[in-house]
């Protein structure tokens, strides 16, 4: 929550972030680890029809019917494909639950925000309301994930 | 006092919401029976209690409010006003005066609030008595009550022939009747607060019917060193006296057990001839009113019950879906291996989870009175505006539903009843007209059937003209001519339901704002129910709505379309059957059967679906039979795989409002079943 709803990121130039990083195909992106309610294996998704594509299914996490966001589909990267490091991210924005999967979860990362680029001078065209920014560490490109807009399409 | 009151707060909200719905309710009894003493006692005393209340919170306003309008009460009661639609109207105004206050309150703003206007009202309806005023301006010296003429000879000159009915009343139901004078300890430094504790322990199984000084005056610390009441009770002389005992810095300076033949000597003594009046009123008040007794065995009952957060029954509602879940998966485990003991340990399970769903739904269920209530004011308001002559009837209030349906019932219930006084009933000129009474007949009816509750609105006014219903469809373009020329009967009357439809040609400030009977019937349609039309021209119009008994955990047929299961509410569903290939014919494009001499329209589920497989058409075919409406369509499925209780869960703020479905459930494997709504799936 916090700051990554809002996307404000200059009053907090120099502090620091911890973010989950994970993998979508070759890409890897990152999310505000405070967003982020749990990390789970792949768990039996049932198709919802009539629902927005990007919307995989629904999963049972304990009792609670939660929809699944398929970024892959969201983002236009081709199909998903379970593997064994296929791992489903349960988010929450305000109250609402919701998850994505993802294909690897590699790590959890300290950033500092001042590093974040803003995404509107990186990613002109591609869904720069998704994304915050993008960060650079140590060669690698991170594209950091708003993950609060992605429920408020 | 300086305590703290915030933890009474919820409480005092509550409670005072519930004294101004009875009190409103009451009023509009009164205007109705204005002579009926019982309904103007217990207007009084509601206002009383509501009065205290607030001024125990230090809700000074709300205090100073309810003191005005129980100045005027009183008048009432003691016959000094007459009950007018004047007096009654501005009475009200002073409830919804209330009622914004605690709105407020309740939303942790301020109490304070001017008043004054209304407050000059009532002053100014009670104008005409000087009496009151005057009482209302001196400051009673406690020292007016004459210290001679204290003990009972004192005080029962004091009894009005009221208070000797209620006492002969008393006597009439066997009930203790006492006289006690309390006294207070000289150094006390609350009088009013011992005296309300005396009221309070005397009240707890029974009725204070009269003490000297008034009540009010006790409530202000006004009065000397004792006060005298009597007491309507059950409870015996030992009882009363123990009680008393435990209250410190009083004691009991006098009790007497009043009997009948005593109280009827001093009633000829006070009354002189006045006995044959008093018992021609008594007669009247048995018959139509609540009686003190009754009164006193329905506040010991209210004693046995608890308040408790809405929110813990949700919890503990959602902790019994758990339970069924998980029931299921062990039923499961349990048919695969085949232990007898494991076996008969489940039937256990299963009888006590059953008993204890069961309990927890009773819990939750409420009477839909808590809905209806807010409706007699509404309509009197509106039929007064509009001009129109009704009279309200409500039966079957005692109904009970789910809370979750009955949070959702009220708004479409409101814009039925609006509809009908607006468009339905007419006005009383043209009733007479027409030959009808001029006084229109608005019903509101609730009562069970089966696993669902019905609630019917009905008038008797004009009715629904359906040709100019048609007319009116047609030039909206919701349908073609040719389509209007064949519908009939209520298929026509449904042409109400969709969107954009409105009837009355000029829009009024009631009804008609836009939003019309589609949203009624989608908000039903939200709750699992269904809403039907009839109506006859210049005889009246029935609304029928029909809702299922809760909406958390409902019986539902799992159906498998390709390889995946689906859940079929089973109040929609007609019946299930099976269909040979040769048996499906095709009219117009369109896969109809013939079932039992009717045509059924069939639709595939994987087609509806849009299942990675195809349903092809077998030599067999599972058909569930479904219920849109008044229609019946078939729908085909490869499997049916039986009748099963589901917990209905939210799909979520993400996936709500996805059309075709009602929400989900998770099976006994741990995978989601999605429940499919019949009204948007087809």
């Not at chain 2, 009991?252 to 109280?263: N, Q, T, Y």
């Not at chain 2, 045509?599 to 569930?624: C, K, M, R």
Request: with cysteine; aromatic share 4%.
């Amino acid at each position: 929550m916090l700051d990554t709803e809002t996307g404000n990121l200059t009053d907090r130039g120099k502090e620091e972030m911890q973010v989950v990083a994970f993998r979508l195909n070759a890409e890897e992106y990152a999310v505000d680890i405070l967003s982020v309610h749990e990390i789970n294996k792949m768990l039996d998704i049932t198709r919802v029809p009539r629902a927005p594509e990007y919307i995989q299914g629904v999963v049972n996490l304990r009792g609670n019917v939660i929809p699944v966001i398929n970024l892959h589909q969201r983002f236009k990267l081709g199909e998903f494909c379970q593997t064994d490091d296929s791992r489903i991210i349960i988010f929450k924005h305000g109250d609402v639950p919701a998850a994505i999967m993802v294909d690897q979860v590699s790590e959890v990362l300290g950033i500092k925000t001042a590093d974040i680029e803003k995404a509107s001078q990186v990613y002109s065209s591609l869904d720069s309301e998704l994304i915050q920014g993008v960060v650079h560490i140590g060669g690698r490109l991170l594209i950091l994930l708003n993950l609060g807009k992605l429920l408020e399409e | 006092m300086s305590m703290d009151m915030s933890q009474y707060l919820d409480i005092f909200l509550e409670e005072s919401g519930e004294h101004l719905q009875n009190l409103s309710q009451k009023l509009l009894e009164l205007e109705q029976h204005p002579d009926d003493l019982a309904i103007i006692n217990e207007i009084f005393r509601s206002a009383h209690t509501l009065k205290g209340m607030s001024s125990t919170m230090g809700f000074e306003d709300m205090a100073d409010l309810t003191h005005h309008m129980e100045n005027v009460l009183e008048d009432l009661k003691e016959g000094r006003l007459p009950v007018s639609t004047l007096t009654v109207d501005v009475l009200l105004k002073c409830l919804d005066r209330l009622q914004s206050m605690i709105d407020s309150i309740r939303g942790g703003g301020s109490p304070a609030c001017d008043n004054s206007d209304l407050i000059d009202m009532l002053g100014h309806i009670k104008g005409g008595g000087k009496v009151g005023v005057e009482q209302e301006n001196t400051v009673p010296d406690p020292m007016a009550h004459p210290v001679d003429e204290t003990g009972w000879n004192g005080f029962c000159e004091l009894l009005n022939d009221y208070d000797l009915d209620l006492i002969q009343e008393a006597f009439n139901r066997r009930l203790n009747v006492f006289y006690i004078q309390v006294v207070v300890s000289e150094d006390c430094q609350m009088k009013s607060v011992r005296a309300f504790m005396v009221f309070k322990a005397l009240e707890e199984d029974g009725e204070i019917i009269k003490s000297e000084p008034p009540a009010q005056e006790l409530d202000e610390g006004r009065f000397g060193e004792e006060f005298q009441i009597i007491l309507v009770t059950g409870i015996d002389e030992v009882t009363v006296i123990s009680r008393l005992h435990g209250i410190s810095e009083i004691k009991v300076g006098e009790i007497m057990k009043l009997d009948p033949s005593m109280s009827l000597d001093s009633l000829d003594m006070v009354e002189g001839t006045g006995d044959v009046h008093t018992s021609g009123r008594q007669e009247e008040r048995s018959d139509s009113a609540p009686t003190s007794a009754q009164e006193v065995s329905s506040t010991r009952r209210i004693r046995q019950t608890v308040r408790v957060d809405i929110r813990r029954l949700d919890d503990l509602m959602n902790l019994v879906g758990e339970l069924v879940i998980n029931k299921g998966r062990l039923e499961q485990i349990g048919s695969s291996e085949k232990l007898t003991e494991l076996n008969e340990t489940i039937e256990q399970v299963d009888r006590i989870t059953t008993d204890l769903q069961s309990v927890v739904m009773k819990v939750r269920m409420v009477p839909i009175k808590q809905v209806f209530n807010r409706f007699p004011r509404m309509v009197r308001d509106l039929t007064h505006e509009l001009g129109k002559e009704v009279e309200f009837h409500i039966e079957g209030e005692e109904t009970e539903l789910d809370r979750t349906v009955i949070d959702e019932i009220g708004d479409p219930l409101v814009h039925l009843l609006r509809n009908a006084i607006d468009h339905g009933i007419e006005v009383p000129e043209e009733r007479a007209r027409l030959g009808k009474p001029r006084k229109a007949l608005l019903k509101l009816t609730a009562h069970h059937e089966g696993n669902n509750v019905f609630i019917e609105v009905t008038d008797d006014g004009r009715g629904i003209d359906v040709n100019k219903i048609k007319e009116q469809a047609v030039s909206k373009g919701l349908i073609e001519p040719v389509e209007a020329e064949h519908l009939e009967g209520e298929a026509a009357l449904a042409l109400l339901f969709r969107p954009g439809f409105s009837t009355s040609e000029a829009i009024s400030d009631i009804s008609g704002r836009g939003v019309g009977l589609d949203v009624v019937k989608t908000r039903i349609g939200a709750l699992n129910g269904e809403i039907a039309i009839g109506s006859q021209k210049d005889k009246g119009t029935t609304f029928r709505i029909r809702l299922p008994l809760t909406l958390a955990i409902i019986q539902a047929l799992m159906v498998e379309v390709g390889d995946e299961l689906y859940a079929i509410p089973l109040g929609s569903v007609d019946e299930t059957t099976m269909l040979q290939e040769n048996e499906i014919k095709m009219v117009q494009n369109q896969e109809v059967a013939l079932l039992r001499g009717g045509v059924l329209p069939l639709a595939s589920l994987h087609q509806l679906l849009d299942t990675p497989g195809q349903l092809q058409l077998e030599e067999e075919n599972y058909i569930v039979v479904v219920r849109k409406g008044d229609k019946q369509y078939g729908l085909v499925c490869d499997n049916l795989v039986g009748q099963q209780e589901v917990v209905i869960k939210s799909l979520g703020k993400l996936l709500t409002g996805t059309s075709g479905l009602a929400g989900a459930t998770i099976l006994g494997n741990g995978k989601v079943a999605l429940i499919l709504d019949v009204n948007t799936l087809l």
